[in-house]
């Protein structure tokens, strides 16, 4: 089946008690049994809950994996990927530029373990290269990357990782699968932060892994319950109401993401515009290679705090959050936002400044959107 049709009916079959065309909530902690050892397969519902079930099958099928498993966030769902490939004594290597939670949980709990991490821009094959390790077992790349919208080539960064027993892990969250397939392109694992385009709507928080191998789905399926950080019913439900319309909302989004970039681009006051759709940002070739979008994520540099800061007063139209991904467009300043957990001398190195913006471009009329900056950038 093609994807919008996969986005809306795979993992979904009417349910088999009404016929509801819409997969219920099943808001229950537990199953009764027929006898014991002898029941419908559903025993305890950290276990097995069929609203989730659903939404895990659905996003195995859209990310073109043999399993899915959905957790209370995205931060949980990383998590439980640290659970499944790391022990003490190994090392892992992330891309320099994350979302700096996913930073936060590396270094200020994992490392803790007694993993070693490489933070290396793995948009440079060759830094890739030297970062391996014998005992490398992790290599986590976002792509593009959050805020700086740097791009990796996932087919040849997993060549590389692959040569020793390590797994390619690829947060595709910026992305969604209608733009970017990264187990097509050579890795063994997804994650999302289902808040993000899956749930499309910022109404819930989730996060979902999506495996290639068979062994990793199974032992990821035991850590999903042994340590439980799974998805509640309702949450399951509105990320799988989400994805019914998530191939025409990342076309909004893209479409609007690529109005504002180039607005954004012929404004004196920006020094810098981060969109992989602009055919000078650094990214572009290989962004229109291994994705069939570019979306609706961009950063912008205006040049000092003072800037920045009287700028995110005066947008209206345009909320002041943390977070992306929603229908709404949501504007805010990684440096004190989402990336205030990454040290600031890091910072600086990789252009999150105290001058940097970014715009999550939501599905408004892109006309109401520009004159809201307009008037943001008149002051
Ligand atoms: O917030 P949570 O659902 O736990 O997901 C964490 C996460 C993982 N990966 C990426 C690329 C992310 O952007 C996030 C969360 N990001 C934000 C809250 C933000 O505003 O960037």
Redesign the pocket.
């Known amino acids: 089946m093609g994807f919008k049709t996969d986005a809306i009916h795979a993992g979904q079959e009417p349910d088999p008690t009404t016929g509801a065309v819409t997969i219920p909530i099943y808001q229950t902690s537990t199953y009764v049994q027929e006898a014991l050892g002898k029941h419908k397969g559903f025993e305890y519902a950290r276990t097995q809950n069929p609203t989730r079930m659903a939404l895990e099958k659905n996003m195995a099928v859209l990310e073109r994996g043999v399993a899915a498993y959905a957790f209370a966030?995205?931060?949980?769902a990383?998590t439980a990927i640290t659970h499944l490939l790391l022990k003490g004594g190994d090392h892992a290597i992330c891309s320099d530029n994350?979302?700096g939670?996913?930073f936060r949980l590396f270094d200020k709990i994992v490392r803790h373990y007694g993993v070693d991490f490489s933070y290396v821009s793995t948009s440079n094959l060759a830094d890739l290269k030297a970062a391996m390790r014998p005992n490398t077992r992790m290599l986590f790349i976002?792509s593009p990357t959050?805020p700086i919208m740097a791009i990796t080539d996932i087919r040849r960064a997993s060549e590389i990782a692959h040569r020793t027993d390590c797994r390619v892990v690829v947060?595709n969250?910026?992305m969604s699968p209608y733009f970017q397939r990264p187990i097509e392109l050579g890795a063994d694992i997804v994650?999302h932060?289902?808040?993000?385009y899956l749930n499309g709507h910022s109404d819930s928080?989730?996060?979902v892994v999506v495996l290639k191998r068979k062994d990793d789905a199974e032992r990821l399926q035991f850590i999903q319950n042994a340590a439980g950080a799974i998805l509640s019913p309702f949450d399951s439900w509105l990320v799988l109401r989400g994805i019914k319309t998530l191939p025409a909302r990342m076309d909004a989004h893209n479409a609007n993401g690529m109005e504002i970039a180039k607005y954004l681009l012929k404004k004196k006051q920006v020094k810098k515009v981060y969109y992989p759709g602009l055919p000078k940002h650094p990214g572009h070739g290989l962004a229109k290679k291994q994705m069939s979008g570019f979306g609706g994520m961009i950063a912008f540099e205006l040049g000092s705090l003072a800037r920045a800061k009287a700028f995110l007063g005066r947008v209206k139209l345009c909320s002041l959050a943390?977070?992306?991904g929603g229908v709404e467009t949501l504007i805010?300043h990684p440096a004190t936002?989402?990336h205030a957990s990454v040290p600031a001398k890091e910072r600086a190195r990789l252009g999150i400044t105290d001058g940097l913006v970014r715009i999550s471009v939501g599905i408004e009329d892109v006309e109401d959107l520009i004159g809201d900056l307009e008037n943001a950038f008149r002051g």
Not at 73 to 76: D, I, N, V
Not at 193 to 196: F, G, L, N
């Open positions: 966030s995205g931060m949980a990383e994350v979302y939670g996913t976002e959050n947060d969250t910026f994650v932060s289902a808040t993000k928080v989730g996060g943390e977070s992306l805010s936002m989402t």
